[in-house]
């Protein structure tokens, strides 16, 4: 029997009445015997139910199920209490850097402005004990740029390479774990090789970030809010460990939602709190206003790649952008049109359903696209089931209405006009083409089981220009 959200013969998620809340229950209590009592004991456990995120049992190894249920409120806190221990040799730099999509959450659900949000988040955590608050739009930065530039490369190598074109986006973990466990090489090595955002910040704030402040990225505690539970899974990933540090680039994700348990269990709103500017990577600079990149709902990789390639490989300036709705709002196609030709045609493709059609489509040959902004959850980003849930685990339509009018409110910044990022690809990158760039902004792909799904897929017919 098949669940909606898995394509093998059989699937846990089906179980979730059943036993689902028992095992995450009987998982997250298993700490309790080594946690201290303090000022943090009160603080609920976190229930993260398999059936919140795309990935089912089938898709996640034992340990993999354990150790996601371990990242939760109770791993900050114990930091926290390590930090006010007199041993400082068990000391860590704790760092926190915030998704974009998840400040439309808190500014929506406090009746915030995007930027008072931010900055009150960055005095929340700050009073709980955390060393510095980051933003990751200029992760996201980089990981649009190398986007960008790996399309561009594909689509000129499309007659040499079988798999070189489509490329699928490689920035919604969700999408990620259901390629390589269930889908085959045919389609992983089609995934973008540019890590995603998360993954980059944690490259930046274990590297970079590590090495202007003198320190050793094990001596830092890095942990992620970020809109959904996926993220979680892509924080384990071995291709994101260094064995040199014994230390992950991410150590901890936590969603919006659970941030905002932390608030109700210490009786602390978002308004009460002082307001303190976010920091940055860079010394004593602090972050200034908010600012996205272009998309309504997401990191926007459709449409700075578009363009981009329009410029780059056609000449042509785009300036705005027509999505074409096709099956439904969250499937939409866009195109560029050249001398009566069409030579370029994008897709984006949200929630599991969609993207079931879209590999459908790949099995039949019948696949047109050139690049697929690929993200599983339905709407995109700012609907992660990690944020704007009501209590039975539906999304809160209202409140998703309001996050969309303030994300799309908040000013554009194209990630070439980044001084920051241009800078840092010459003094840590050492240059836009070097080994360090691959090294940290890129990583592969690849299927997990090649037995598991049988796509016949006619690539070479499809992009194949004679």
């Not at 709980?128 to 490369?153: C, K, M, P």
């Not at 978002?270 to 600079?285: N, T």
């Not at 998309?295 to 329009?310: N, T």
């Not at 696949?367 to 995109?380: D, K």
Request: glycine residues 4%; contains cysteine; aromatic residues 8%.
């Amino acid at each position: 029997m098949k669940c909606e959200n898995c394509t093998k013969k059989e699937c846990s998620k089906k179980q979730k009445n059943d036993d689902t809340q028992s095992t995450s229950v009987d998982v997250l209590s298993s700490n309790d015997g080594f946690e201290e009592k303090n000022e943090f004991h009160t603080l609920a456990n976190a229930k993260i139910l398999l059936s919140d995120c795309l990935a089912c049992d089938n898709c996640m190894t034992s340990e993999e199920g354990a150790r996601v249920f371990q990242q939760n409120q109770k791993e900050l806190f114990h930091i926290l209490n390590l930090n006010k221990k007199c041993d400082t040799s068990k000391h860590k730099v704790l760092a926190v850097s915030i998704c974009p999509q998840s400040l439309p959450y808190f500014a929506a659900k406090f009746s915030l402005s995007v930027n008072d949000a931010a900055k009150r988040l960055c005095g929340f955590l700050k009073s709980l004990g955390v060393h510095y608050v980051f933003d990751t739009t200029i992760a996201a930065d980089f990981s649009i740029l190398e986007s960008q530039r790996e399309f561009v490369q594909r689509y000129q190598r499309r007659n040499q390479e079988e798999h070189a074109l489509p490329m699928f986006a490689s920035a919604c973990p969700g999408w990620i774990r259901y390629a390589e466990r269930v889908l085959t090489n045919l389609v992983t090595s089609h995934i973008c090789t540019a890590k995603s955002p998360q993954q980059i910040m944690g490259s930046l704030v274990k590297g970079y970030f590590a090495r202007q402040q003198n320190l050793s990225p094990d001596k830092i505690f890095h942990v992620i809010v970020a809109p959904c539970y996926d993220k979680k899974l892509e924080a384990l990933r071995e291709d994101f460990y260094t064995a040199l540090y014994n230390s992950q680039e991410v150590d901890c994700v936590l969603t919006s939602g659970e941030i905002v348990q932390i608030m109700e269990q210490k009786n602390v709103s978002m308004k009460d709190v002082a307001e303190i500017a976010v920091d940055s990577l860079f010394g004593e600079i602090k972050e200034g206003d908010v600012v996205r990149h272009e998309g309504k709902r997401s990191d926007g990789y459709l449409e700075h790649i578009f363009k981009h390639a329009a410029k780059e490989l056609f000449g042509m300036d785009v300036k705005e952008i027509t999505y074409k709705a096709l099956k439904n709002k969250d499937f939409q196609e866009v195109t560029l049109e050249k001398d009566g030709e069409t030579v370029l045609r994008f897709a984006a493709a949200y929630g599991f359903r969609n993207i079931q059609n879209m590999v459908l489509k790949l099995k039949k040959g019948k696949f047109l696209y050139h690049f697929v902004e690929v993200l599983a959850c339905p709407g995109g980003c700012l609907n992660g089931k990690g944020q704007a849930q009501t209590e039975d685990g539906k999304p809160d339509k209202a409140l998703l209405n309001q996050m969309e009018e303030v994300y799309a409110a908040i000013p554009v910044r194209l990630p070439e006009t980044n001084a920051h990022v241009q800078k840092m690809y010459q003094d840590w990158l050492e240059g836009m083409d070097s080994k360090k760039v691959q090294e940290t902004l890129h990583t592969k792909y690849s299927a997990v089981n090649q037995t598991a799904s049988n796509l016949d897929i006619k690539w070479n017919r499809m992009f194949h220009v004679s």
